[in-house]
């Protein structure tokens, strides 16, 4: 098909805004701990409650997407977000927590599945990976920006300072004063509410997806589970996203634990420059996608990832502080590499496939709730320490994945040319 590059600008957007809701757990977790005196296994649920409507959702909404197309979908699912997150600001408890969070997660994963097979049609088979880093680049863009926007507003709303300018101030009147974390999910509110007009009153192309890009019946499903290479790259899914929440949610109450530092400004910040270096990290992966194999990639950013990790847990405070970053930096092209490596890998189903590789994102549901239940038991360092399986994993894909379609390179477009 012709590419259409509205429908990449307004995947790349929705990437932007899937990521500034989702990301901001790890930097609340303190907060929250405190707020609802909470065990470490207890707010482990609430990002399980988040990733878990992954898996409940993302089968479902492909479905979903033949009857009633992407433009319904995608209003459907910013909807079902807003609710969400209204849900919390109105009624903010622990209970509710988990229910606004499983109600934003299912909103995001129905727009995950509508746009990455979107990404690959739209934006073209062989630039996949390349324009997958990109989404990539701008997901680490949002959730470096969500930290930051998260200390202002705790600090502006907190102490007996009168909040400045007129939105402080309607957030103060509404705000619990022992939760100004809480001011976050009002201005959810009003990004699903920005999201929703943008997506109904643009002029949103017919995209026509071919046989192998929509999404089929429950028995093309079920044949692609019989696939073992299926199988395997859902793990892949399932190891990234774990490992990644796995990280950006515990730093905060790791370096507040260990090192003694203030989760709302020292934690709040590593934590937004994890995904600020993944976003840098993300730049440095556009550049290589272009001049190497994708999988040579993905083994030696997982490489350095490992080591900077051990860094973090087992170095200083100063080292931590940076370590933890740095595995940001380098986890930045797991995900797009591992996604498009997956896709390529099958001849068709890829509407199918793309549903039940958005569903591996329950990892971010499961890998965080065993390193806070092993905190419990054996304190969160080693705890944490579960992240070397994630992360051995991944690695093992740059070993064995055999593409049929390669990511185009720079050498490889100019041999094209030579033919």
């Known amino acids: 098909m012709k590419r259409n590059y509205f429908i990449v600008g307004l995947i790349l957007l929705t990437f932007f805004v899937i990521s500034f809701l989702t990301n901001i757990i790890g930097p609340l977790i303190p907060d929250i701990i405190k707020g609802f005196d909470l065990s470490l296994t207890l707010v482990a649920v609430l990002p399980f409650s988040f990733f878990i409507a992954y898996g409940v959702m993302s089968i479902p909404a492909g479905i979903l997407i033949e009857k009633y197309r992407e433009k319904k979908i995608m209003i459907a699912a910013f909807g079902v977000a807003f609710v969400g997150a209204l849900l919390l600001a109105l009624f903010p408890n622990y209970l509710t927590a988990v229910g606004s969070l499983f109600l934003i997660g299912a909103g995001m994963a ?30 680490g863009l949002a959730s470096f920006l969500s930290p930051m926007v998260y200390s202002y507003l705790v600090l502006n709303l907190q102490g007996t300072n009168q909040p400045n300018g007129p939105v402080l101030s309607t957030l103060a009147s509404i705000v619990p004063d022992k939760l100004p974390w809480i001011s976050l999910y009002w201005l959810f509110t009003v990004i699903c509410v920005l999201m929703i007009i943008i997506i109904a009153v643009s002029k949103f192309p017919q995209v026509e997806l071919s046989e192998e890009e929509e999404v089929g019946a429950m028995q093309t499903h079920v044949k692609l589970l019989k696939n073992p290479i299926v199988v395997l790259f859902f793990l892949g899914i399932f190891c990234y996203v774990g490992t990644e929440q796995g990280v950006a949610n515990w730093i905060s109450q790791f370096l507040s634990t260990y090192h003694g530092y203030d989760p709302q400004t ?147 477009s100019q041999e094209e040319e030579d033919v």
């Open 110 to 139: 129905m727009l995950q599945v509508v746009i990455n097979p979107l990404l690959r049609s739209a934006g073209g088979e062989e630039h996949f990976a390349f324009n997958s880093n990109l989404a990539q680049l701008i997901f």
């Open 266 to 412: 020292t934690g709040a910040t590593a934590v937004s420059r994890f995904w600020g270096f993944m976003t840098a990290g993300g730049l440095l992966g556009l550049l290589l996608l272009k001049i190497m194999d994708s999988r040579y990639v993905l083994i030696s950013f997982t490489t350095l990832a490992i080591i900077s990790l051990s860094l973090a847990l087992f170095g200083s405070g100063e080292v931590a502080k940076f370590a933890f970053p740095t595995v940001g930096f380098f986890a930045s092209v797991m995900y797009p590499v591992i996604f498009s490596l997956a896709l390529n890998s099958v001849e068709e189903h890829h509407g199918s496939f793309s549903g039940i590789l958005v569903t591996g994102i329950i990892g971010g549901a499961i890998v965080p709730l065993i390193i806070g239940w092993l905190g419990d038991l054996v304190g969160l360092r080693f705890g944490m320490l579960f992240l070397y399986i994630t992360m051995g994993y991944i690695l093992s894909i740059g070993i064995w994945a055999r593409p049929i379609i390669s990511n185009k390179t720079i050498s490889l």
